[in-house]
């Protein structure tokens, strides 16, 4: 599957779909982007249970100041409506593909639960 390019208003429809997302925040004069671009699209075509999205800061800055993008490459990660993932910086091929092994391991019960107990403990 190839990347979807996300803006203000296509971003909460994506964050609230059923497969997991991973966003790459990123922008056309940034070089480390364009040299994790490739390893992102690589990604992308392997894993088709998985939306592959990016959001070009230059043209959405509304959004990326929403998401309070200081630094780009960004990477996020959606699942079930929860964000599980962010970091700052290009990964390696290794270390996107640990990331994606790893957010499909997370048993999004218990991070349900605990969402809901810490939501019950400041009310």
């Known amino acids: 599957m190839s990347t979807v390019d996300l ?16 966003i790459d925040f990123w922008a056309p004069w940034c070089g480390p982007c364009q040299q ?26 509304e959004l990326a100041a929403a998401m309070r993008i200081r630094s780009i490459p960004t990477i ?4 079930e409506r929860v964000l599980l993932f962010q970091h700052s ?4 091929e290794s270390q996107l593909e640990e990331l994606i092994e790893q957010v499909k391991a997370v048993n999004m ?8 107990a810490q939501q019950n403990n400041q009310a």
């Open 36 to 61: 994790f671009a490739p390893t992102y699209e690589a990604a992308a075509a392997k894993h088709d249970d998985i939306v592959f999205a990016k959001v070009n800061t230059e043209e959405q800055e």
């Open 76 to 79: 996020m990660v959606f699942r």
């Open 7 to 22: 803006t203000q208003d296509t971003f909460q429809a994506a964050v609230e779909g059923d497969k997991t997302l991973i």
């Open 89 to 92: 910086g290009a990964l390696a």
């Open 109 to 116: 019960e218990e991070v349900h639960a605990e969402i809901a």
